[in-house]
């Protein structure tokens, strides 16, 4: 390597140089195995990158936009805006009475219910790449969360009549009769049974609905991670007399952790944008009943950003743990 590649690489802008090396002709990287990978996974995202730049890119800045303006509605010649600098913001975080108590909420929730979908997904995973019967029914029956929780069902399960009404007999009888849940955990708060951990194992029961049907893309990640092992490593460890625990840790779950990554940025995001999601729909409120654009862009703006701190503390949480397998 000549001395140029060498102080190059020293530099932080070399992973960007990299990068554009790796679409022109011409130059030693482009050449790699890594560079071919890298152009081929582009070509599978080109659709979502075009697609992006012809109906989202123009949206998102008119909304940023929005975000410092105080934008009213004129009667058919659209809308006016007025700057009013960080006031929108202002507003969401000091003087909006539920931005604030959901937003703290909702991130909690999203912080308990991602542990538990990969937890969860992981081990399910696991259990579908086993060598039994009926396995692809099974694969199948774990894969439907994903068809139900998409499209108009989700609509259908919050707007039917029948659904409202089976609801409301499930609370009633909640109050009316034993909540085990409940139960169990007041029992050992009086024992004094580490009350905060439990807090959270429970909460993380009484939302498995949501857990389960968050889970079912996760599950196919994993699965898909499990199947490329080479069944070699698994002998050769069997012949060196290491038992099934000992090669889950040292071979099984190494060479799944970096889906690690993958799954728990895609879960981060799904929460965020889930259709129950109480921010999400006080944004709603805000803006398609208050017809507060510039507030209500604000807010939204506000919330991509948690959610962006979120997914880099994840990945950078990750990728160190990643890292060491490697």
């Not at 068809?147 to 009549?161: A, D, F, T």
């Amino acid at each position: 390597m000549s001395k140029h590649a060498k102080a190059l690489n020293e530099h932080w802008y070399s992973p960007l140089v990299e990068g554009v090396q790796t679409y022109i002709p011409g130059n030693a990287t482009y050449r790699t195995m890594k560079a071919r990978s890298a152009r081929t996974g582009t070509l599978f995202i080109l659709p979502f990158i075009i697609g992006f730049l012809l109906f989202m890119a123009k949206p998102m800045v008119e909304s940023f936009i929005m975000s410092f303006n105080d934008v009213a509605l004129i009667p058919g010649q659209g809308y006016e805006q007025t700057y009013v600098g960080l006031n929108n913001y202002k507003h969401a975080l000091t003087v909006d009475p539920e931005y604030n108590k959901y937003l703290v909420e909702e991130v909690g929730q999203m912080a308990i219910n991602t542990i538990a979908t990969l937890v969860m997904s992981f081990v399910i995973a696991v259990i579908l790449n086993q060598e039994f019967k009926g396995r692809t029914l099974c694969r199948a029956i774990f894969f439907l969360p994903v068809i139900l929780s998409s499209g108009v069902l989700p609509g259908i399960e919050h707007q039917n009549e029948f659904y409202d009404m089976m609801a409301g007999m499930a609370e009633q009888l909640g109050e009316s009769g034993v909540d085990l849940s409940t139960t169990l955990q007041e029992l050992l708060s009086v024992s004094g049974v580490g009350g905060q951990v439990f807090e959270v194992v429970f909460t993380m029961i009484d939302s498995i609905y949501d857990i389960v049907m968050a889970s079912g893309i996760q599950i196919i990640v994993f699965l898909s991670g499990l199947q490329s092992i080479s069944p070699s490593l698994y002998e050769a460890a069997d012949v060196e007399g290491c038992s099934a625990w000992e090669a889950f840790w040292k071979i099984t779950f190494p060479m799944v952790s970096p889906l690690l990554l993958v799954n728990c940025i895609y879960t981060i995001i799904d929460f965020f944008m889930k259709n129950d999601n109480r921010v999400m729909e006080l944004i709603y409120q805000v803006t398609y009943q208050d017809f507060k654009f510039g507030i209500s862009a604000a807010m939204s703006w506000l919330y991509f950003g948690i959610a962006l701190v979120f997914i880099g503390i994840s990945s950078f949480i990750i990728s160190k743990a990643v890292k060491s397998y490697e």
